[in-house]
């Protein structure tokens, strides 16, 4: 029998696509025959998952958790390519698993996906069992964590589709030495805000706005003013007011709570501060809406196939 090494799993891996420890089982199975424990894998569906990896997966769950003490909270984005699979409960358990995983791990989703679930495996190989098992192309697209000395992290879930689990979370970070309970709530209520506004916030405050989507929009306002046919002295003074207006609308600090229109954020936070007794401020704050960004495509009619494989056809 063939010596079953780390770089034979690998390989066999890297052509199958399925799981780290199915393809050592395949190979135990097989005594290390290469061929085999790819005949072997096929037989019980595990080599399906590479095949699948071009599909757009565009649907999916949202997941969120805070630490028991408070002071850290995560979002990551498990996508599919149908909400079919969204509402299975594999499929939605993994998703809250990855988030608790996110919760100790000091990095983005490389580090995640290398990292260790209870059972022993890898966040990665679990994903692809996933996609062997249920028969649609799956990833972790991006996660988030935020976290506080003092003060409190407050989730908030939209759309909810489980336990932990929904297709919006929005996590605020609130640093303060005033009461947590207090603090976690107007955190919630910002949450909320964040999930709910008509103009989703791009940033804190104007300081912390991408360059780039300032100087789009400076270019956007610049040729509507030139198009007015006012003279460019006017034109640029134009622009700048422009400017400043877009930055109130789409900053948090600045935004008008959805709550009670008459009051901005800002405003929010100073009376918080007040009710406390000690200085608030906002730490970070994180939106993830399942999905956006991504284009989806029109891959296999995944539904049709299970209709299919169970003669429903």
Same mark, same amino acid.
């Given at each position: ?11 066999l ?7 780290m420890?199915?393809c050592?089982k395949?190979l135990? &199975?097989?005594a290390? $025959?290469m061929?085999?424990?790819m +005949?072997?894998? !096929?037989?019980?569906g595990?080599?399906? *998952? ?7 997966a ?7 958790l ?5 002071k ?6 498990l996508?599919?390519?149908?909400d079919?699979?969204?509402?299975n ?5 993994a ?6 995983v996110?919760l100790?791990?000091q990095?983005e989703?490389?580090?995640i ?9 890898t ?11 249920i028969?649609?192309?799956m990833r972790?697209r991006?996660?988030a964590?935020?976290?506080v000395?003092?003060g409190a ?5 939209h759309n ?5 689990v929904?297709?919006l979370?929005?996590l605020?970070a609130? &640093?303060?030495?005033g $009461?947590?309970?207090q603090?976690? +709530?107007?955190g !919630?209520?910002?949450a909320?805000h964040? *999930? ?8 804190l405050?104007?300081d912390e ?7 789009k ?13 006012k003279?460019r002295e ?6 700048e007011?422009r ?9 948090l600090l ?5 709550m009670?229109?008459d009051q901005?954020?800002?405003?929010l936070?100073a009376?918080?501060a007040?009710?406390?007794g000690a ?9 993830f809406?399942l999905?956006?960004g ?6 296999p009619?995944?539904a ?10």
């Amino acid at each position: 029998m063939a010596e079953i090494t780390a770089a034979l799993v690998k390989d066999l891996r890297e052509k199958s696509g399925a799981g780290m420890m199915d393809c050592k089982k395949a190979l135990q &199975e097989n005594a290390g $025959d290469m061929e085999a424990a790819m +005949d072997w894998l !096929r037989t019980k569906g595990l080599s399906k *998952a590479a095949k699948k990896s071009d599909r757009a997966a565009a649907e999916g769950l949202v997941a969120g958790l805070v630490s028991d003490d408070g002071k850290t909270g995560v979002l990551v984005e498990l996508n599919a390519e149908t909400d079919f699979v969204a509402k299975n409960d594999k499929f939605q358990g993994a998703a809250r698993e990855i988030a608790k995983v996110a919760l100790g791990v000091q990095g983005e989703v490389e580090a995640i996906s290398s990292a260790k679930l209870p059972s022993g495996e890898t966040v990665s190989d679990h994903i692809t069992n996933l996609i062997a098992t249920i028969g649609e192309n799956m990833r972790l697209r991006r996660s988030a964590r935020l976290s506080v000395g003092q003060g409190a992290v407050a989730l908030y879930l939209h759309n909810v589709q489980g336990e932990g689990v929904a297709r919006l979370g929005v996590l605020v970070a609130l &640093e303060s030495t005033g $009461d947590q309970a207090q603090l976690k +709530d107007v955190g !919630r209520k910002i949450a909320m805000h964040v *999930a709910g506004t008509p103009t989703p916030p791009l940033a804190l405050n104007s300081d912390e706005l991408d360059p780039a989507v300032v100087a789009k929009e400076r270019e956007i306002q610049t040729q509507t003013a030139m198009e007015s046919g006012k003279p460019r002295e006017i034109a640029e003074k134009m622009v700048e007011g422009r400017i400043r207006k877009w930055q109130e609308e789409v900053v948090l600090l600045k935004q008008p709570f959805v709550m009670n229109p008459d009051q901005t954020i800002e405003q929010l936070i100073a009376e918080t501060a007040k009710s406390v007794g000690a200085p608030v401020s906002i730490k970070g704050f994180v939106r993830f809406q399942l999905g956006e960004g991504v284009e989806k495509g029109s891959g296999p009619d995944f539904a049709a196939e299970v209709a299919q494989m169970t003669g429903q056809a």
